[in-house]
Every structure is written in C-alpha cells, then in structure tokens.
C-alpha cells in the first residue's frame, strides 16, 4: 500500500506530465537547440555501445550541456524584484532585452505559442491566483458588498497564505526542470515549488466565500461550491500549463489550503469580534505582522516570497484595523434583524463609480507611501534606493512592502469607505458590517 502510494506520489511529481500539458495546449520549444543536443549524445552514445546501454558518463554529460544552456538562458532574463501590478512593464523589458542579446546567446530555452486562446486563457486564470486579483477583490467587496465578509477572508487568508509560504520555502522542492518544462512566468521562477500557494489561494479564497456567505445570505450552496471548484480548478491548471508547479505541487496546495480552513474556521468570529471590540487591536495587529515576518524561514536563496507573504501580512492587518477603527467611532451598527438575509442588487452605477474613485486612491497611495518608505529605509542604511538590489535585503524589504500594504488595506476599510459616505455615494451598512 505505502510503496504504492510512494510511486503514485512520484508519478505526480514527474515533470513529463507538465511538459505534454503544456504541449497539449499549444506551448512548445521555440528552437531545436535541446533536442540536437540529445540527438548528437544518442549518436554518441550508440557508435560506442551498440546495445544502446546508458551509461553515467552519457547521463552526466547530457545533464551538464543541458545545465550550461539553461544557465546562459537565465543571463539573460531579468530578475523581477517587483509586484504584479509593475511586472508588465517589466515584461517588456524583457521582451526587449531578449530581442537585443539574440545574438548574444546562441542557444536560449524559449517557447512559441500555436494557440493563443489557450494562452490567455490560462493568463487570466493565473492572473486569479496573483497580487493583482486580491487588489481588486478585497476593494470590491468591501466597498460594494459586504464588509463582515471580506475582513473574515482577510483572516483566512493571512493564515493559510503565511503557512503555506513558509512551508514552501522549509521543504525547499524546487519547481519542475527546465528541460522538458517551459516556463513562461518570470516573476516566480526563483520561489521554490510545494506546495503551490497559488492553489492554495484558489482554493481557500473561493470556498471561504462560500461558507462565510452561507451563514448570512439566501442562496444556492451547491452552486456557490461549483463556482469555486471550476475558479480553484481554473487557477490550478493554469499553473500547470505556465510551467511553474507539478500536478503534485497543486494537488498538495489544494489540499493543504482546506486543511488549515478548516483548523481555522470555527476560530474566526471570535477573532473578528476581538477586532471589532478591542480598542488596541490595530497597535496588536501592527506588531503581530512584524513578528510574523521576522519568524519567516531564513530564504536559502533570494525569492519574492518573503515580499509576497510580506504583501499578504500588510494588507490583511491593515483591514482589520481599519475595522477596528470604524467600530471604534461608532460607524458601524449592528443589524435590527439577525441572518440569514435575502441578496438585494447593489446599484451598479455607484459601484463602478465607487470602485473608480477607490482604485484612484489606493494606487495613489501605493505609489506615494512606498516611494517615501523605500527612501527613509535606504537613507537609513545608507543605500541607493534607485538600485533594485537594495529591496532584496530585508532590513529594507520588510518595512517597504509591510509598511506600504498596511496602509493600503487601512485606507481600502476605513479611509475609502469614509469618503463614499462624505459624498453621498456610499453602500447600504445596515446589515452588511457586523
């Protein structure tokens, strides 16, 4: 049974399968380079051994050509130190840079697309799983749905985010090879690949909604479940066919997402009233996020998860105090009746306007507080904040991501909220809060 079980284990794991996925769908190897490399050390290989036998000199020398391309290909990419929302310029760039060392570097790993509906089919279901989604959810739905809601994911999420990023980087499994895998995403490249954090926010994030929903709202469990079996689904096989995880790294992620929801969920309202009640839980939130991030695993290497659990601590603990704060000044009341409440339509004319006018603001208050942060820390230490290197380390890398993202996630619950009310566009609060 175990040595079944092992060897199913290791089928998952195998990065073959990723590789004919990806190849399925319609991503395959730009240039012949690798497969003339193996053809020229098979001819080898069979005029010295005509029982075509492999030995480990053939297998050594196979891995280390294999291993000097795939080094020169990585010269030549750039190392993205920044968000999601800054990576398309990013990719450009790269797009440029690549273009320019073509003659540079005779042979690269690359990769050509025959079916471009596939392709951002799965970009976009990737792009759920990423910084650029959670920024434009949590807004949404606080600022047009149903706040009580929202603040409770926060909590999940911060959770199993925390866990699962640190999980990753204690195991240290490396993401599938390159040969046979081609990976078409940048930015995660360096991050270690088990379990997948991108299913585990594709499967905690949906079905939180879900169950959180159900206890308030009159609607359809079954189809609500559905939905976000087909997102956390969508989301996985998109990481798939990027060529950053294994079947093995999703399935774990996935799993392992509704694990710890699951240890979790029965403690989540009485923290959230611990939130909404204690007066300093904003000043407890604050150092808690700081704790965490110190108690992070050191990084064998340099990755962006250290910044992107950074990112998650800094927004999740700046909506819970927000909370606390509209709570404290009496902005908040408690319905007159208790759930379960029928889901009235919003009018979708002031959520457009609303969510115009948020996103405004908070993009003007990510660029203002981490331009202002990363100068104070990098005049501090005496660095060069213009270097990109200096937001590696983490004297500064912490306090430029927490700092910047707690003010976000502050400003998205209370500073938002306060000044749709001050213009008379705000949502109805009356039982959507507490």
């Given at each position: 049974?175990?040595?079944?079980?092992?060897?199913?284990?290791?089928?998952?794991?195998?990065?073959?399968?990723?590789?004919?996925?990806?190849?399925?769908?319609?991503?395959?190897?730009?240039?012949?380079?690798?497969?003339?490399?193996?053809?020229?050390?098979?001819?080898?290989k069979?005029?010295?051994?005509?029982n075509?036998?492999?030995?480990?000199?053939?297998?050594?020398e196979?891995?280390?050509?294999?291993?000097?391309?795939?080094?020169?290909?990585?010269?030549?990419?750039?190392?993205?130190?920044s968000?999601?929302?800054?990576?398309?310029?990013?990719?450009?760039?790269?797009?440029?840079?690549?273009?320019?060392?073509?003659?540079?570097?005779?042979?690269?790993?690359?990769?050509?697309?025959?079916?471009?509906?596939?392709?951002?089919?799965?970009?976009?279901?990737?792009?759920?799983?990423?910084?650029?989604?959670?920024?434009?959810?949590?807004?949404?739905?606080?600022?047009?749905?149903?706040?009580?809601?929202?603040?409770?994911?926060?909590?999940?999420?911060?959770?199993?985010m925390?866990?699962?990023?640190?999980?990753?980087?204690?195991?240290?499994?490396?993401r599938?090879?390159?040969?046979?895998?081609?990976?078409?995403?940048?930015?995660?490249?360096?991050?270690?690949?088990?379990?997948?954090?991108?299913?585990?926010?594709?499967?905690?994030?949906?079905?939180?909604?879900?169950?959180?929903?159900?206890?308030?709202?009159?609607?359809?469990?079954?189809?609500?479940?559905?939905?976000?079996?087909?997102?956390?689904?969508?989301?996985?096989?998109?990481?798939?066919?990027?060529?950053?995880?294994?079947?093995?790294?999703?399935?774990?992620?996935?799993?392992?997402?509704?694990?710890?929801?699951?240890?979790?969920?029965?403690?989540?309202?009485?923290?959230?009233?611990?939130?909404?009640?204690?007066?300093?839980?904003?000043?407890?939130?604050?150092?808690?996020?700081?704790?965490?991030i110190?108690?992070?695993?050191?990084?064998?290497?340099?990755?962006?998860?250290?910044?992107?659990?950074?990112?998650?601590?800094?927004s999740?603990?700046?909506?819970?105090?927000?909370?606390?704060?509209?709570?404290?000044?009496?902005?908040?009341?408690?319905?007159l009746?208790?759930?379960?409440?029928?889901?009235?339509?919003?009018?979708?004319g002031?959520?457009?306007?609303?969510?115009?006018?948020?996103?405004?603001?908070?993009?003007?208050?990510?660029?203002?507080?981490?331009?202002?942060?990363?100068?104070?820390?990098?005049?501090?230490?005496?660095?060069?904040?213009?270097?990109?290197?200096?937001?590696?380390?983490?004297?500064?890398?912490?306090?430029?991501?927490?700092?910047?993202?707690?003010?976000?996630?502050?400003?998205?619950?209370?500073?938002?909220?306060?000044?749709?009310?001050?213009?008379?566009?705000?949502?109805?609060?009356?039982?959507?809060?507490?």
């Amino acid at each position: 049974m175990w040595n079944y079980l092992r060897s199913f284990v290791t089928w998952l794991h195998e990065p073959r399968h990723v590789a004919r996925f990806q190849q399925y769908f319609g991503v395959l190897p730009k240039s012949n380079s690798i497969s003339t490399i193996y053809n020229e050390i098979n001819l080898n290989k069979n005029k010295n051994n005509n029982n075509n036998l492999i030995n480990n000199d053939d297998d050594d020398e196979k891995k280390i050509l294999i291993d000097d391309i795939y080094d020169q290909d990585l010269q030549g990419k750039i190392n993205y130190d920044s968000n999601v929302l800054d990576e398309c310029i990013e990719e450009i760039k790269h797009s440029i840079n690549q273009n320019e060392n073509k003659e540079k570097i005779p042979l690269q790993l690359d990769y050509k697309i025959t079916s471009w509906f596939w392709y951002y089919f799965f970009q976009f279901g990737a792009a759920l799983g990423n910084e650029i989604f959670y920024i434009l959810f949590f807004p949404t739905w606080i600022w047009n749905v149903d706040g009580a809601v929202a603040r409770k994911i926060s909590i999940l999420w911060a959770f199993f985010m925390y866990i699962g990023q640190a999980t990753k980087d204690i195991l240290a499994i490396p993401r599938p090879p390159t040969p046979p895998v081609l990976k078409l995403e940048k930015r995660y490249i360096e991050e270690y690949g088990f379990p997948s954090t991108h299913a585990m926010f594709a499967a905690g994030i949906p079905f939180s909604l879900v169950l959180l929903s159900i206890q308030r709202y009159d609607f359809n469990m079954w189809l609500g479940l559905s939905v976000a079996a087909i997102v956390c689904v969508w989301v996985c096989l998109s990481r798939i066919y990027l060529g950053m995880h294994t079947f093995l790294d999703i399935i774990a992620g996935t799993l392992y997402a509704l694990l710890l929801i699951y240890i979790m969920f029965p403690y989540v309202d009485a923290i959230d009233s611990f939130q909404l009640n204690y007066s300093c839980a904003p000043i407890l939130n604050f150092c808690i996020g700081i704790l965490l991030i110190k108690c992070y695993p050191s990084l064998k290497q340099w990755s962006t998860a250290r910044s992107d659990t950074t990112v998650i601590l800094g927004s999740a603990f700046g909506l819970c105090s927000a909370t606390t704060a509209m709570h404290q000044i009496g902005l908040l009341e408690k319905p007159l009746t208790p759930p379960i409440y029928s889901i009235i339509a919003p009018n979708l004319g002031l959520c457009v306007v609303r969510t115009i006018l948020g996103m405004i603001f908070i993009y003007a208050t990510r660029q203002v507080v981490k331009t202002i942060v990363l100068r104070i820390t990098c005049s501090l230490y005496g660095l060069d904040w213009k270097n990109p290197e200096s937001k590696r380390l983490a004297k500064v890398e912490m306090p430029y991501y927490y700092l910047t993202y707690f003010a976000i996630g502050f400003n998205i619950s209370f500073t938002c909220p306060l000044f749709f009310r001050a213009l008379g566009i705000n949502r109805d609060y009356s039982y959507t809060e507490l």
